[in-house]
Every structure is written in C-alpha cells, then in structure tokens.
C-alpha cells in the first residue's frame, strides 16, 4: 500500500494557507461625510460593525489651519465632517452610506441639521476615489428620484477637529444637546439595522 502521508501532509498545508488567505482582512479603507454637527455623525458611526475609528474635523475649504471657531465663522469653507476607517470585509461604504443617509442625518435639509444652521452643516460625501465617488452618486440620484436631496459630493482634504471634539458623545453621554440631537440616532440605528450594530 503507498504511503500518502506525504500527499496528504501537502493536501492539508494547501488548505491551511488558503483558509488563512480567506480569514486574513482586507486593506483598511476610509470615507468621509458631512452632515450637521460632528458629535452625532461620529457617534453613530463608531457603533457599526466594521468601523474600526472615527474621527471629528473638517473638509471641504481651503484653510488648512481650519478649528472651531473660525469654521464656525461660515468663510472657510468647510464642513463639519468624520473621516470614517473601517474594514470592508465586514461592512462596505455602500452600507456606510445606507446609514448615513437613513440614520446619521437628515439628506434633505440644506445648510442646517437640526437647532444647527449654516453651510458647515452642509449634508457632503467626500470621495476617497472613483468607486466612491460612483457609489455616492448612484445613492444620491436613486433618492432623488424619490423626494429632493440636499446632499452633495465634493472634495477636498480633512483636517482633525480639536482634541475636545473627539469622543464627544461617548464622554458625555448626558449633555443635553447629546441627549436631544444624539442619542435617538443611536436607538435608530439599532432598531432599523441590527446587523450592523456594535454596542
């Protein structure tokens, strides 16, 4: 009888890499998104599945130098905006998108969200590259088919908001404008997609 043991050895160390090949992530990969005051964009995004960091700033002006108060001037340009790392493996930016526009913020306001007004609080996708920039205006012409959409695609670089800004929602849970702005996005996002949903 012929001895297999060396085949079966080599059968067993092809299907070890190819298991390891399947199981190993995907590059990380990043999205950016305006709508209304950062705090509660961020929060709603660091509970998805997937979503490996988010982090609060600006895009979408000119200034590089861009912090609160002079974004909050409305001339620079900018919008309040997260810069959003996640793994496609486990969420794609297409479901990102489901969520930002059905969750994170209303789409159909212009230049508010909310008790906030202006054009820092614009409703903006800002591409990473040509399939994002596809994918959101794929989304963005479906919806408008339905009911008028205020939200944009642009581009431009994203600058990090302050230190203060960052984790706002998940540090202070109980300010009051997290409470009435914030928080119900929260229970919305885990009520409407519970497969996405990191506690």
């Known amino acids: 009888m012929p001895n297999r043991a060396p085949v079966l050895s080599a059968l067993a160390a092809a299907c070890l890499s190819l298991a390891t090949a399947a199981s190993a992530k995907a590059p990380i990969e990043t999205a950016v998104l ?3 005051c ?3 964009m961020e929060g709603v995004f660091e509970h998805v599945k997937g979503v490996t960091n988010v982090v609060s700033g600006y895009a979408g002006g000119s200034a590089s130098d861009a912090n609160y108060d002079r974004v909050s001037t409305e001339r620079t ?7 959003i790392s996640f793994d496609p493996s486990q969420v794609s ?7 930002y526009f059905s969750v ?3 789409p159909t306001q212009v230049n508010r969200q909310g008790p906030d007004v202006g054009p820092s609080y614009r409703s903006a996708i800002f591409p990473q590259n040509s399939a994002q920039r596809q994918i959101a205006a794929s989304f963005i012409a479906q919806l408008r ?3 008028p959409i205020a939200t944009r695609i ?7 908001a302050e230190a203060y800004h960052q984790d706002f929602m998940r540090r202070n849970p109980y300010y009051p404008y997290i409470i009435v702005n914030d928080r119900p996005k929260l229970a919305k996002l885990k009520q409407a997609y519970p497969q996405y949903w990191k506690a």
């Open 34 to 36: 305006a709508g209304g």
């Open 38 to 40: 950062f705090w509660g």
């Open 77 to 83: 340009g900018h919008a309040e905006a997260v810069r």
């Open 93 to 99: 930016y297409a479901q990102l998108l489901k969520i």
């Open 104 to 106: 994170a913020h209303d």
């Open 145 to 147: 088919a339905r009911r």
């Open 154 to 160: 642009e581009s431009g670089p994203f600058f990090p």
